[in-house]
């Protein structure tokens, strides 16, 4: 349900993306997802069995958001992580800086490689 309110959240042409990288969780199993890949012609990928390392730069980033975000945290009802996740989102992306980007915040350095 997770992935599937993700997907109908995308406020961008879905059509625009290529590829759609996943390790082999169960929670990419279904057909909705297969279907949604399908219509906007989006190309599946998957990290290899046992191979965490196919996955490293997203691991490391939902390690950093656990640790920085989640961990310690009771969130009272899901508009409350929704408000808070989409604020941490905005401040990881904008004012945050990233040692690994030279120290610019992504928003930043994507600007800087356009």
């Given at each position: 349900?997770?992935?599937?309110?993700?997907?109908?959240?995308?406020n961008?042409n879905?059509?625009?993306?290529?590829?759609?990288?996943?390790?082999?969780?169960?929670?990419?199993?279904?057909?909705?997802?297969?279907?949604?890949?399908?219509?906007?012609?989006?190309?599946?990928?998957?990290?290899?069995?046992?191979?965490?390392?196919?996955?490293?730069?997203?691991?490391?980033?939902?390690?950093?958001?656990?640790?920085?975000?989640?961990?310690?945290?009771?969130?009272t009802?899901?508009?409350?992580?929704?408000?808070?996740?989409?604020?941490?989102?905005?401040?990881?992306?904008?004012?945050?800086?990233?040692?690994?980007?030279?120290?610019?915040?992504?928003s930043?350095?994507?600007?800087?490689?356009?």
């Amino acid at each position: 349900a997770l992935v599937q309110r993700a997907f109908s959240g995308v406020n961008d042409n879905l059509n625009r993306l290529e590829l759609f990288h996943t390790d082999r969780g169960n929670e990419f199993k279904n057909k909705l997802i297969d279907q949604a890949l399908e219509t906007f012609d989006i190309e599946r990928s998957l990290s290899n069995r046992g191979t965490p390392y196919d996955n490293a730069v997203a691991e490391a980033t939902f390690k950093t958001i656990k640790t920085e975000f989640v961990y310690g945290r009771v969130f009272t009802c899901q508009h409350e992580l929704d408000y808070e996740l989409f604020d941490y989102v905005n401040w990881f992306n904008n004012i945050r800086i990233h040692e690994s980007l030279d120290y610019l915040t992504p928003s930043e350095y994507k600007l800087m490689h356009l």
